[in-house]
Nanobody
Framework: QVQLVESGGGLVQPGGSLRLSCAGS????????MSWHRQAPGKERELVAR????????NYADSVKGRFTISRDNAKSTVYLQMDSLKLEDTAVYYC???????????WGQGTQVTVSS
C-alpha cells in the first residue's frame, strides 16, 4: 500500500521557520521525483518545489525562491521542505507528491496545515 505521510506543519509567526517532512512507503521512493505543493483557501493547488529522483535538479515557485529548500534522503524514503522567512501568504495546506512520469504514476499525501500569523 502506497503511503505518503507529511508532518511538521503548524502555526508560526511571520519571519519564522518550519521544516516539513514527507515519508514514503509502498513504492520505490528513489525512482520518483518528489515535490511539494500547496493550496490556500479559495485558490488552486500550486507547485512549490520539485526535486528529481537523483536530487540533481530542483525547481521552485518564484514566490518561494531563496526562502524554501527542498531536499531528500532516499535511504530514509523522506523528502523535506525547509521553509524560512515565512510570510502570511505562505499559509496553506502543503501536500507531498511522488511522481514517476515515464510510468505515469503519481501519489499524494494527505496534506499538512501551515499557518503564518502574528
Amino acid at each position: 500500500q502506497v503511503q505518503l505521510v507529511e508532518s511538521g506543519g503548524g502555526l508560526v509567526q511571520p519571519g519564522g521557520s518550519l521544516r516539513l517532512s514527507c515519508a514514503g512507503s509502498g513504492f520505490r521512493f528513489a525512482w520518483y521525483a518528489m515535490s511539494w505543493h500547496r493550496q490556500a483557501p479559495g485558490k488552486e493547488r500550486e507547485l512549490v518545489a520539485r526535486l528529481t529522483s537523483d536530487g540533481g535538479n530542483t525547481n521552485y515557485a518564484d514566490s518561494v525562491k531563496g526562502r524554501f529548500t527542498i531536499s531528500r534522503d532516499n535511504a530514509k524514503s523522506t523528502v523535506y521542505l525547509q521553509m524560512d522567512s515565512l510570510k502570511l501568504e505562505d499559509t496553506a495546506v502543503y501536500y507531498c507528491n511522488a511522481d514517476w512520469r515515464i510510468a505515469g504514476r503519481s501519489y499524494w499525501g494527505q496534506g499538512t496545515q501551515v499557518t503564518v500569523s502574528s
